[in-house]
C-alpha cells in the first residue's frame, strides 16, 4: 500500500473521526438510530471526499490508507441509510454493490456458474444504477459520490458481462450438461461441509458423473454427426473438479476432519455461518443493518488469508480441506448480500410496529384461510391490537422519539390498512354465516308446520268414512 502523501494527511485525519463517531454510534444500542445524525456524518463525509477530489487528479489510481479508511467509512454509512430505511436512496447502494463485487469475484474465480446465476446480478445492478442516477438527477449528491457509486457499478457489471462472454463458447450440445456439472459440484461442496459420513449421499452423484463421462468419446464430447462442439475443456475440467470433490470427500470420510492447521479458519467460518442463517431467519426482529460490518470484516480478514486463492499452513503448504472453507467462505458472502437485498424501507424505530402488523395480517389470512365457525369475540384480540398501533399516530402518521417523522410510513400504513380490510372481510364472512343459520332455521320451521299439517289430514281420514262394522254373533 502505498504512503500518504503530506497534502492528503488532513483528509486522512477528518474521515478517522468521521469513522470513530460512525464505530460509537454502531455500538450505541440503548436508542433508535436518528436519521438527523446518520445525516449530519454524510455530510461530514462528503466534506473530505470534496478535499480529496481537489487534490488528486481523475487519471491516477490512487490505493492508500485514505481510499481503505475511506471504504470503510462509506460501508458503514451505507448500512446506517438501510437501517434508518432509506433503502432507496443513493448511500444505502455502496455496501450492496460491494457485497456483490465479492461474491462475483469468488464466482469468476471458481468458474462455476451458469447463465441463471447472473441474471439476479444483472437485475439488482441496474436497480442501483436507477437509484444513484435518480438522485443525481434530484441533486441530492455530489458529483464526487456519484461518479464513486456509478464507477463500482459498472467494475460489477464489466465482470457480469465477461462471466457472461466466456458462457457464450458453449454450443447447443453442451450447455445443458455444463449446467447440470456446475449443480452437482455445488451439492457436492455443500455435502463436504457437513459432518458424519457420506457413503450414501455420494452415491447418485457418482452414478451421474460416470454417465455423463461416459459421453466422451477419447475424452471429448462429441456432436451431432461426431463433430466436437467448443468448450470442451471447460466442460471436462468442471467434471474431473466433480470427481476430485467426491475423492476428497471419501478421503474426509476416513479422516473425519478438516487439517488440523486449518481448523481454526474452518471453526470461525462455521461460527459466522450459524450466526448469518440465525439471522437470515429472525432478521426482521434481531437485526440492525450495521451489524453487519463486522461479519463483512471478519469475511475479508479470512479472504486475505489466501494464497492463489488457496489457504495455506505454516510450511506455505496446501493442506486438506480446501473445498470446505471456500464453500463456507462463499456461503457467508451470499448469507451477507442476502440480508442486505432483503432489508425493507423502514425505519429502526417503526420496525417493531411493522413486525406486529405482518404477524397481525399472517394470523388474520390464516383465519380466512380455513374459516370459521367463530364468533365476534374471536376477532377480539386483532382488533385490540390494530386499535393499539392506531392510537400511536399523530395526524395520521407514526412520531419518532425526537419529533421527526421515521422512515417507512407508506409500508407501515399499507400493513395496516391490509389488516383493516381483513377485519371487514371476516366480519362479512360471520354475517353471512349468520344469515344461512337464520334460513336453516325457517325452514326447519317451515317443514314442522308441514308435517303438523299433514299428521293432522291423516288424522282426519283415520275418523272419517263407515263405521266399523259390529261382529257377526255365531
Known sequence: ????????????????????????????????????????????????????????????????RVDTTLADVFSLLSLFYLTIGRTKEAPATYSQIASMRQILSHMNESNQYNESDLVPFTKRLAALRNIVQLDSQQGKNPNAVTRLLLRQINDCEITVKSMQESLSVFSPELAPIHERLVQIRRQLVALASKEGSHKTELKPFQEELRKIDSRRVDGKFLGPGGSVPAAQALCSSTLEECFEIIHQIQADDESKN???????????????????????????????????????LSLQEVDKMRVDGKFLDAEGNKPSGQFVLLYLLRRCYGLVYRLLSSSEPVSEELMPIANKLNTVKKCLNEVLKYGGPFNPPDLYPY????????????????????????????????????????????????DEDEDEDEDEEYDDDED?????????DEDKEGHSGEPPHPKSES
Open 383 to 430: 382488533q385490540l391490537a390494530l386499535f393499539q398501533i392506531d392510537s400511536m399516530r399523530k395526524d395520521g402518521k407514526f412520531i419518532g422519539a425526537d419529533g421527526n417523522i421515521p422512515e417507512g410510513q407508506g409500508v407501515v400504513m399499507a400493513h395496516l390498512n391490509e389488516c383493516h380490510e381483513l377485519i371487514e372481510m371476516l366480519k362479512e364472512a360471520m
Open 258 to 296: 478438516v487439517a488440523e492447521s486449518l481448523k481454526p479458519i474452518y471453526d470461525r467460518l462455521s461460527t459466522l455461518r450459524v450466526e448469518l442463517e440465525g439471522l437470515v431467519l429472525t432478521h426482521r426482529w434481531a437485526l440492525r443493518e450495521t451489524d453487519l460490518f463486522n461479519y463483512t
Open 1 to 64: 500500500m502505498a504512503a500518504v502523501p503530506p497534502e492528503e494527511l488532513p483528509v486522512l485525519e477528518g474521515v478517522i473521526s468521521i469513522r470513530n463517531r460512525l464505530y460509537a454510534l454502531k455500538k450505541d444500542r440503548g436508542e433508535f438510530i436518528k436519521a438527523s445524525d446518520v445525516n449530519s456524518l454524510y455530510k461530514d463525509v462528503v466534506k473530505q471526499v470534496t478535499k480529496l477530489n481537489d487534490v488528486r487528479d481523475d487519471e491516477t489510481l490512487y490505493n492508500n
Open 448 to 456: 314442522d308446520v308441514d308435517e303438523g299439517q299433514n299428521s293432522g
